[in-house]
């Protein structure tokens, strides 16, 4: 006799479930962003009026940045998005002077930078989808921005699904 099972999904709550839905779909994302880019360490952060809030992150190289990490919004280059949200890439930090003297870039040894606003359905802006690396980058391919947009809009569907799934 076959022993019954009961089906995982039974022992777990909605909000468990999402939660852990959550975690896979955007480890997922920032997997394909670091392949797509070829940089080491893709990013979500969340912000506040002041802070860079750090959400999941995927980081090959150890760059010092963790989940729940918290850093002045104004210091990060991921703060431009509150000025102008557009994707912004920046093949070499170290060559432009607008960036070069942040300093989250002197902190973490950031070189190159890529990243795209995240906007929930309801447009407000979450935080930002972002990929980093101590390297130099080319970002040569053409469809880059559109795709890491697209990426940042699934990241905010996402995060949108689960604060009004928990909402009610």
Not at 68 to 80: A, I, K, N, Q
Request: some cysteine.
């Amino acid at each position: 006799m076959v022993p019954s099972v009961t089906a995982p999904q039974s022992l777990l709550s909605a909000d468990e479930r999402a939660a852990i839905a959550e975690i896979e779909a955007t480890t997922s994302i920032l997997q394909l962003v670091t392949r797509l880019t070829g940089m080491r360490f893709a990013g979500i952060a969340k912000f506040t009026d002041l802070e860079w809030v750090v959400c999941s992150v995927h980081d090959t190289v150890d760059m010092g940045i963790h989940v729940d990490d918290v850093l002045e919004l104004e210091t990060t280059l991921c703060s431009e998005f509150c000025i102008n949200p557009q994707t912004l890439f920046i093949p070499q930090i170290s060559q432009s002077g607008r960036f070069a003297a942040r300093p989250v870039v002197k902190q973490f040894a950031i070189e190159s930078y890529a990243g795209a606003p995240i906007f929930l359905p309801d447009g407000r802006l979450f935080g930002a989808l972002c990929a980093l690396d101590s390297r130099a980058m080319l970002f040569e391919d053409p469809n880059l921005p559109e795709t890491l947009s697209l990426f940042a809009r699934l990241i905010g569907c996402i995060f949108f699904a689960n604060l009004t799934t928990s909402d009610t």
